[in-house]
């Protein structure tokens, strides 16, 4: 397909983390969205920022290729290469950065940066029904936690944010303290089905404003399985042996992740719902990797419903790392000619 007459194409690759991708976007319509996971990270429990990266560089070329030739659309057509720049690991971040530089310079093409969790947030933008501005957006992903007011596609406000560990997190370390294996967030999240979430009470920490706060959560949670439910706090003669621990665990999993859940997805949306009273906005979002918990869009909805909200979540494909959203924040950003020259480089940890 060659480019039609007026109309704005982007290539978009995102590498932030431990998944490659690569979307050819046209007028602010997705053609393509290719993404390649890498599986050797389950072994060691986590992302290992080396292996990500190489793995990155044997994906890139046949990713890109692969959302071109699916799009049906010409690479020579492409009117601008954008990709995530910020935040993420340093080296996957340089794999995206270098290829979309070379690229740009190759084809003669501008170069736009965007920063994944603007990118997750525009994310809702992608298919109907679009959500009008002013909106609220709960950003949950593993390395973030974020409440952001959006006036327009590049005029965002973050409000309200963790200030220790992001929710995404809480999920994971909370499975592996359960015995699960990487990436744990889901497998809670499969269990919690046929779980009773009032079985265990978990604490809900008490933070002001619209700030979020994990880190308590997580200790309450791991002293009440090192004592085997009896007890949410740390003290001798509580603590259980290792096979009453895995006794505990084996008899009440699906409870246990249920309560976990139950519990993470509360601290978010009560958040969410104190936000929406203070700026008055209707239109409320939900976005990021752990948007695409069943419990959390579940709980999202039946809150919308009660508080009368306009609710939007993207579809799955588009809540996990990948480079459409990548393309509609640079399809917005080519309408504003916020454009980067070549002398750019990646930042594991930019601010908005």
């Known amino acids: 397909m060659q480019k039609a007459s007026g109309s704005i194409s982007i290539l978009a690759i995102e590498s932030s983390c431990d998944e490659t991708s690569a979307s050819i976007c046209v007028d602010g319509r997705i053609l393509s969205n290719l993404i390649a996971s890498q599986k050797i990270h389950e072994q060691y429990g986590g992302v290992v920022p080396e292996l990500a990266s190489r793995a990155h560089m044997q994906n890139i070329v046949p990713v890109v290729d692969g959302a071109i030739q699916k799009a049906g659309y010409a690479l020579q057509s492409v009117d601008a290469i954008a990709f995530t720049q910020s935040p993420g690991l340093i080296g996957s971040l340089l794999v995206g950065a270098q290829f979309a530089k070379s690229l740009a310079l190759a084809l003669g093409r501008p170069l736009i940066t965007v920063h994944h969790m603007q990118a997750h947030v525009l994310s809702n933008l992608i298919d109907d029904p679009r959500p009008a501005f002013p909106f609220l957006c709960l950003t949950v992903s593993g390395g973030h936690t974020q409440i952001v007011l959006c006036k327009s596609p590049l005029q965002m406000e973050v409000i309200g944010e ?18 699960l294996p990487y990436p744990g967030g889901p497998l809670i999240d499969k269990y919690a089905r046929t779980g009773d979430p009032a079985r265990f009470s978990f604490p809900e ?9 994990f880190s308590g959560v997580k200790t309450a949670i791991l002293y009440f399985l090192q004592n085997a439910g009896k007890s949410y706090v740390f003290k001798d003669n509580f603590l259980a042996s290792e096979e009453e621990r895995k006794a505990f665990i084996t008899h009440n999993l699906d409870d246990i992740c249920a309560s ?12 969410l719902k104190k936000a929406a009273i203070l700026t008055g906005v209707k239109n409320i979002c939900l976005a990021g990797g752990v948007s695409a918990n069943s419990g959390l869009r579940k709980a999202f909805e039946e809150m919308g ?8 979540i993207p579809a799955f494909e588009y809540c996990t790392d990948n480079a459409a959203m990548i393309a509609i924040t640079g399809y917005y950003k080519f309408l504003e000619g916020n454009f980067a020259d070549l002398s750019v480089t990646a930042n594991a940890r930019a601010v908005w």
């Not at 419903?305 to 939007?312: E, F, G």
Request: charge should be positive; avoid cysteine.
């Open 205 to 213: 920490p008490q933070i002001p404003g619209l700030n979020f706060s």
């Open 162 to 179: 963790t200030i220790d560990d992001a929710a995404g997190e809480a999920f994971d370390k909370s499975a592996k303290l359960l015995g």
């Open 305 to 312: 419903a009660k508080q009368n909200w306009n609710t939007y």
């Open 260 to 271: 976990i859940q139950a519990r993470i997805v509360s601290i978010l949306l009560n958040k």
